[in-house]
């Protein structure tokens, strides 16, 4: 890993122009935006979709300027997808004074000393289907990490690709965000839903209180 006191060559690194594949002259470069909020939204990349990808990460919009420069969107995000990296897409709106909340499976809660058995585990497993089922479920495709590996053992990329559902766009549930004139909508995934999807658990630690709660996750225990 290089230090600021290291001397990097041009030839080493490809964010320098001077690289004979430095990446600013890939077309994908010409297309990304850094909104306000710091967030990258890629424009339109040759295809016919109503909606935008955008990424919070920077190591992830320098990624995908790396990607081949004739990848268009659906494939660049069906790259992220094999990878499990973290990514939105985003469709103009018109702007949301408030955003609605999305009425959603609470996180489960055990008493004190609850023993779990199987059959927490197939209520766990039906839990989540139902919340992979929904119309925002595809949301966790896109989440990456234990979320987006959970959601890949039954859902199909495809759902990626669709954009945001009628959650976000119609119902005003989801992720809004301003880009310049525009607002954009997203989904988005409560703490809750991301809980559950994991397999959390609300655990009491004390026979006298409901409220010192701990968590635990059942799939620890039963896959």
Same mark, same amino acid.
């Given at each position: 890993? %290089?230090? &600021?006191?290291?001397?990097?060559?041009?030839?080493?690194?490809?964010?320098?122009?001077?690289?004979?594949? *430095?990446?600013? /002259?890939?077309?994908?470069?010409? =297309?990304?935006?850094?909104?306000?909020?710091?967030?990258?939204?890629? /424009?339109?990349?040759? =295809? &016919? *979709?109503?909606?935008?990808?955008? !990424?919070?990460?920077? @190591?992830?919009?320098?990624?995908?300027?790396?990607?081949?420069?004739?990848?268009?969107?659906?494939?660049? !995000?069906? +790259?992220?997808?094999?990878?499990?990296?973290?990514?939105?897409?985003?469709?103009?709106?018109? %702007? +949301?004074?408030? !955003?609605?909340?999305?009425?959603?499976?609470?996180?489960?809660?055990?008493?004190?000393?609850?023993?779990?058995? =199987?059959?927490?585990?197939? %209520?766990?497993? +039906?839990?989540? &289907?139902?919340?992979?089922?929904?119309?925002? /479920? =595809? *949301?966790?495709?896109?989440?990456? @990490?234990? !979320?987006?590996?959970?959601?890949?053992?039954?859902?199909?990329?495809?759902?990626?690709?669709?954009?945001?559902?009628?959650? *976000?766009?119609?119902?005003?549930?989801?992720?809004?965000? %301003?880009?310049?004139?525009?607002?954009?909508?997203?989904?988005?995934? @409560?703490?809750?839903?991301?809980?559950?999807?994991?397999?959390?658990?609300?655990?009491?630690?004390?026979?006298?209180?409901?409220?010192?709660?701990?968590?635990? $996750?059942? $799939?620890?225990?039963?896959?």
């Amino acid at each position: 890993m %290089a230090t &600021s006191n290291d001397k990097i060559e041009f030839d080493e690194w490809d964010i320098l122009s001077r690289n004979c594949i *430095a990446f600013e /002259g890939n077309p994908h470069v010409r =297309h990304i935006k850094c909104l306000k909020n710091g967030m990258f939204i890629f /424009g339109n990349l040759c =295809h &016919s *979709a109503s909606w935008q990808l955008m !990424v919070e990460e920077p @190591s992830t919009a320098a990624y995908i300027c790396r990607l081949d420069a004739r990848l268009m969107t659906y494939e660049i !995000v069906c +790259q992220l997808l094999q990878k499990g990296i973290q990514f939105r897409t985003m469709q103009n709106t018109i %702007a +949301q004074t408030s !955003v609605k909340p999305r009425i959603c499976q609470p996180v489960p809660i055990r008493i004190c000393r609850y023993m779990f058995t =199987h059959r927490d585990y197939n %209520a766990y497993v +039906q839990e989540r &289907s139902q919340l992979l089922n929904s119309s925002c /479920g =595809h *949301a966790a495709l896109l989440c990456g @990490s234990i !979320v987006w590996c959970l959601a890949m053992e039954t859902m199909s990329i495809d759902y990626a690709l669709q954009g945001p559902s009628i959650s *976000a766009s119609v119902e005003g549930c989801g992720l809004f965000i %301003a880009a310049g004139d525009k607002t954009l909508c997203g989904d988005e995934l @409560s703490q809750d839903e991301l809980d559950v999807l994991c397999g959390v658990y609300y655990c009491e630690t004390s026979m006298y209180s409901d409220f010192f709660l701990s968590y635990l $996750t059942i $799939t620890y225990f039963f896959q």
